[in-house]
């Protein structure tokens, strides 16, 4: 049977996305009087686990939820098979910055709710089995064109193609901590990285205006340039492992860092073989071929 009410909090476990006076004090007027409390340490991990319990309580039928952006949250319980209805759900952004407006007279707002005794169920990462502190992509499938840009240039797995042929995200666990370069390439930013702290690949958002100016600068074509292998076979040290021979009038690979914010240690952890795919993939213009 289905919950009439339910209030859903996430503890965003192992990043401070959100002040951590801004969550405690919702978290505590949240325990003082909203009914049926569900107390999540991470929707991201739930998600990626596709967890059963997001079904059910999707299912509910009036839904609030604490956690991040609406654009994010939605799509992460879609991940996990568990679409959100368009209505009545309540998305409470506790990365937005007016967010202590928004909440101020939250317990005023629901004066029913304070007679309400609250039951908390707590879910720890550990119940899961595994310390992981989920980092992967979430695809907006509003946007999404199925260009397959994404699992073109991705070369860790990540991504797939669902048996109807719609790009999906396959394995989460895969992906490169921190690593964004993936929504970069998004031509439609309909790629969401659920912690991350820029917008719109946090799933805030989008200025379509600025897109359209990102898209150019986006195309595979443009970043997967040069002979990336050769580059990186000249690294002298690790404090120079990106620096350009005297010749080259501009280091390619800060460029590729500086273009999709790809951490050091992620291209410094780059194999022979998925070096070899990046250089592939520059010769054929970047085009999936799947």
Known sequence: MAEKELTIYCHCAGYDLAPKDVKSGVLNALRA???HVIEVADLCRLSADKDARLRD????????????YPRTVRWLFSAAGAPLPDSPVEYHNMR??????QTSDYRLQEPQARSLRPEICSLEPE??????????PVIDYDRCTNCGQCLNFC?????????????????????????????????RAAIIFPKHGESPI????????????????????????????????????????????????????????KDLAIPDEVLASLSSDEITAIRGRAKSGGHAKD
Not at 57 to 68: D, H, V, Y
Not at 159 to 186: F, L, M, Q
Not at 221 to 236: A, M, Y
């Open 33 to 35: 009087g909203a009914g």
């Open 57 to 68: 309580w999707a299912s509910a039928e009036r839904i609030r939820i604490f956690a991040c």
């Open 96 to 101: 937005a910055d007016d967010f202590r407006l």
């Open 127 to 136: 119940a899961r089995g595994s310390t992981w502190v989920p980092w992967f």
């Open 155 to 187: 070369l860790f797995g990540v991504y797939g193609r669902s048996e109807d042929g719609r790009v999906e995200v396959a394995s989460p666990a895969n992906c490169k901590t921190h690593c964004p370069a993936c929504a970069r390439v998004c031509p």
């Open 202 to 257: 946090n799933g805030d958002a989008i200025d379509e205006q600025a897109l359209a100016a990102h898209k150019e600068k986006a195309r595979l074509e443009v970043l997967l340039k040069g002979d990336i292998r050769e580059r990186l076979r000249n690294r002298r040290a690790p404090r120079k492992r990106f620096s350009a021979e005297p010749s080259e009038p501009v280091d390619y690979l800060e460029q590729l860092k």
